[in-house]
């Protein structure tokens, strides 16, 4: 959703909060599925801004040591930027209040819907790791993709740990996610028989599916060496690439 990523900030600072119940927190940040009625988020620091074309959205800056949390929205309401609850885009039109929060009332199962395709920016209020609000928002500024090389290991059917540069991500994906192989066949194992569709750099050529790069990883017991084209602020992955070599 890279919404008019070039907005001019008008208004800056930080969120005020309103004053809530000692027991319930809130979050921003990106949101990834994380099991049936279960979303995994890493809290940011969320700065409201507005923007030419009329734009109300949020910046969102990392946190120093902000650990992720797991949050089950089974039961809470949810509210889209959206004009209905099944449109995947904005259309070019939102619904949205005064703070920038989706306005249009959902269901989880409309949620449910949403983080099946990827990553939701959304401002949570939880209690005890259940959620009792959710809104949807629009993000001011889409952090950029970056290309890198490590190897990634299995979460479970829409995560991996990426270890690159010293360091390890646990890093997320869709049915959008593309993968390239260097097999014949996208249901081969990794590296299996010969390397026809690889590139003179060792990167597969052959245009395979989210759904593959699932099926794949779910026989290796070992890290697979990858490159990627992700973003560690979002905590997500548009690519990968099979590498032909020994990991």
């Not at 969320?46 to 009329?54: E, S």
């Not at 395709?117 to 609000?133: C, D, F, M, N, T």
Request: aromatic residues 8%; contains cysteine; glycine residues 12%.
């Amino acid at each position: 959703m890279r919404l008019l990523a070039g907005a001019v900030v008008l208004a800056l600072g930080s969120v005020a909060l309103p004053a809530e119940a000692s027991s319930t927190k809130v979050v921003y940040g990106y949101a990834w599925a994380d099991g049936k009625g279960l979303l995994r988020i890493v809290p940011k620091s969320a700065t409201f801004v507005k923007g030419q074309g009329g734009f109300v959205g949020y910046r969102l800056t990392s946190v120093s040591r902000a650990k992720e949390v797991r949050i089950d929205y089974t039961k809470a309401p949810f509210g889209r930027v959206t004009v209905a609850c099944d449109l995947k885009e904005t259309e070019g039109r939102i619904a949205v209040d005064g703070k920038g929060l989706g306005r249009t009332a959902c269901k989880p199962g409309h949620l449910a819907a949403e983080l099946q395709r990827g990553v939701k920016p959304l401002r949570i209020e939880y209690r005890s790791g259940k959620a009792v609000k959710i809104n949807e928002f629009l993000v001011s500024d889409w952090p950029n993709a970056r290309t890198g090389r490590g190897t990634i290991k299995r979460v479970n059917d829409s995560t991996v740990l990426f270890a690159t540069g010293g360091r390890t991500l646990k890093l997320g994906y869709s049915y959008s996610t593309a993968l390239y192989r260097v097999t014949a066949r996208c249901r081969d194992g990794w590296l299996a028989g010969n390397p026809v569709n690889a590139d003179r750099n060792g990167l597969g050529k052959k245009s395979c599916s989210a759904a593959d790069l699932t099926r794949v990883l779910k026989s290796q017991k070992h890290p697979v060496l990858v490159q990627l084209r992700y973003s560690p602020e979002v905590g997500g992955i548009d690519e990968v690439w099979e590498i032909y070599g020994d990991a």
